[in-house]
C-alpha cells in the first residue's frame, strides 16, 4: 500500500507538473491575446467602407430579439442592406421581422426559405438570401453574416468589414460573450465556458465565428462557398476551411464582440455545450482532439490530486509539493480567466458594470469548466446527433447531413421574398429554394 501511495504521488506530481506548464502557456496566450486587443483601435475614418450586405437567419424569439435586431437596422455605415430569412412564414420571427422591416429606413428584404433537406436549417436559410442577393443586388461587395441572439455596437459592421481592405484576410470575425442577466450558476458557467475559446482568435485566428463574419463577395464565390455549404450543418466551420484551404487568413476584429445576454438551465447548459463540441468532432477533429487531451489531463490531474491530497492528508500527512503544484495550476487559471473578463469589459464599455459584477465568480471557475468539457467530450465523442432550433440531425460527415426530426409545423416549400422600399413599398417573387 505504501509502494502504491508513493507512486500515485509520483504519478500525480508529473502530471501536475506538465499541466502547470501548459497553464502557464494558456496564460500566455492570454497575455498574448490582450496586446493584439490593445493594439487593435483603429480611426474609422477614411477605412474600406464598400457597399455591404448582412445576411441574418432567424428561428424563433430569443430574448431582446426587437432590440437585436434594430441595432442591426441602425449601423453607422454608409451604404448596406439586410436579408432577414425564416423557415416559414409561421415562424414567431416572421411577423416581428415584418413589422420592424417596415418601420424602418433600411433597405431590407424578408425571405422565407422553406424546409431545409439533407442540411442544417440554418446553412439552408443562408443559401436562399444568397439566391436572393445574387438576384436582386450585384453592387454589394461585402457579404456579412450575423446572428439575431447577438447584439451588435452601432459600427459594428464598419468594423468588421474594414479589414476586408487587405486582400490578404479572407474573412473576418468576431465572438459573442455570454452574459447571464439574473446571475444563475449554470449561466455564469456557460459564460466561463464560452470565453474559453477566445484566445484561439487574433491576427489569424483558428476559426470564423458564424454570428459576425464578413467576406468579400468575389471571396465568397471564388471559393466556392455555396458548395461547401451543401450537405453542411456548419455553416462557420465549412466557411473557416475554405479560407484556411486557399492560404488566406481570418481576422478576429475585437471591436466586433457581442453580447448575448440569456440566462440558462442545466439541461439546457448540457445541450448546447455538447452540441458544440460535437459539431466540432465532426468539423475540426484536430480542435476536438486537442481540446479533449487537455481537459482530460486537467480534470485528472486537478481533481484527482485534490482527492489524493485529501486522503494523504488523513492518513500520511499533508504533501506539500503536491498542493503548491494545484494551487499553482489554480492561480495561472484564475490570471488568465481574469484576463479576458477585463478585455470583455474594456471591449463591452456599456456592460463594464455587470462585468465587473461576476468577474470574481467567473474567474474561479476554471476547474468546474473543464469537468463541463470533459463530460462534454465524452458524449460528443460517442455520438453524431444534435438537436438545434428543435431539429434533430445526425451528420454523416461534413458534407452529409440527415434530418432525424422537426417540429411539427405548416410547411413552406417556395422560396418567398418582401422587398420593401425605405419606408413601407413592398414588392414580391419567389422561386424554388435549393
Request: a positive charge; proline letters at 4%.
Amino acid at each position: 500500500m505504501v509502494v502504491s501511495t508513493a507512486v500515485m504521488e509520483s504519478l500525480f506530481s508529473g502530471l501536475a507538473f506538465i499541466l502547470l506548464l501548459q497553464s502557464f502557456l494558456a496564460l500566455i496566450a492570454g497575455v498574448r491575446f490582450t496586446r493584439y486587443v490593445l493594439r487593435s483601435a483603429q480611426s474609422r475614418f477614411g477605412r474600406y467602407q464598400p457597399k455591404a450586405a448582412i445576411i441574418v437567419p432567424c428561428k424563433g424569439l430569443d430574448p431582446h430579439f426587437e432590440e437585436n435586431i434594430s441595432a442591426l437596422l441602425r449601423q453607422r455605415y454608409r451604404d448596406y442592406e439586410i436579408i432577414f430569412v425564416t423557415e416559414s412564414e409561421s415562424d414567431p420571427a416572421y411577423a416581428v421581422l415584418n413589422r420592424l422591416i417596415k418601420h424602418s429606413n433600411r433597405a431590407a428584404w424578408l425571405v422565407v426559405a422553406g424546409e431545409a433537406q439533407g442540411r442544417g436549417q440554418k446553412v439552408h436559410n443562408l443559401c436562399a438570401a444568397i439566391e436572393t442577393l445574387q438576384r436582386v443586388d450585384r453592387r454589394a461587395e461585402v457579404i456579412v453574416f450575423a446572428d439575431a441572439d447577438a447584439r451588435p455596437a452601432p459600427y459594428w459592421l464598419a468594423e468588421l468589414v474594414a479589414p476586408l481592405g487587405d486582400k490578404k484576410v479572407g474573412a473576418t470575425t468576431g465572438f459573442r460573450w455570454y452574459l447571464p442577466e439574473r446571475g444563475r450558476f449554470c449561466s455564469l458557467l456557460l459564460s466561463a465556458w464560452n470565453a474559453t475559446a477566445i484566445t484561439l482568435l487574433g491576427e489569424n485566428s483558428s476559426f470564423a465565428w458564424g454570428g459576425a463574419m464578413a467576406i468579400r463577395r468575389e471571396t465568397f464565390e471564388k471559393l466556392q462557398i455555396l458548395c461547401h455549404w451543401q450537405g453542411a450543418v456548419s455553416d462557420d466551420y465549412a466557411l473557416t476551411k475554405a479560407v484556411k484551404a486557399a492560404g488566406q487568413r481570418i481576422k478576429f476584429v475585437p471591436a466586433c464582440l457581442m453580447v448575448t445576454q440569456a440566462d440558462t438551465s442545466l439541461r439546457q447548459l448540457l445541450e448546447f455545450t455538447t452540441r458544440q463540441l460535437t459539431i466540432t468532432r465532426v468539423y475540426a477533429p484536430r480542435l476536438w482532439a486537442m481540446a479533449a487531451t487537455m481537459h482530460l489531463l486537467y480534470s485528472v490531474t486537478f481533481w484527482g490530486g485534490l482527492i489524493l491530497l485529501g486522503v494523504k492528508s488523513l492518513s500520511d500527512g499533508f504533501d506539500q509539493v503536491l498542493a503548491s503544484l494545484l494551487a499553482g495550476i489554480f492561480s495561472l487559471g484564475a490570471m488568465a480567466n481574469y484576463l479576458r473578463t477585463t478585455v470583455a469589459a474594456q471591449l463591452l464599455a456599456a456592460h463594464h458594470e455587470q462585468l465587473r459584477k461576476r468577474w470574481r465568480i467567473e474567474m474561479f471557475l476554471g476547474p468546474l469548466v473543464s469537468l463541463l468539457y470533459l463530460y462534454n467530450i465524452l458524449i460528443s465523442a460517442f455520438t453524431r446527433r444534435i438537436v438545434w432550433r428543435g431539429i434533430g440531425y445526425e451528420m454523416v460527415s461534413p458534407t452529409e447531413t440527415v434530418i432525424c426530426y422537426r417540429p411539427a409545423q405548416p410547411l413552406s416549400p417556395e422560396l418567398s421574398i418582401e422587398t420593401p422600399t425605405p419606408r413601407q413599398a413592398s414588392a414580391s417573387s419567389s422561386s424554388s429554394s435549393s
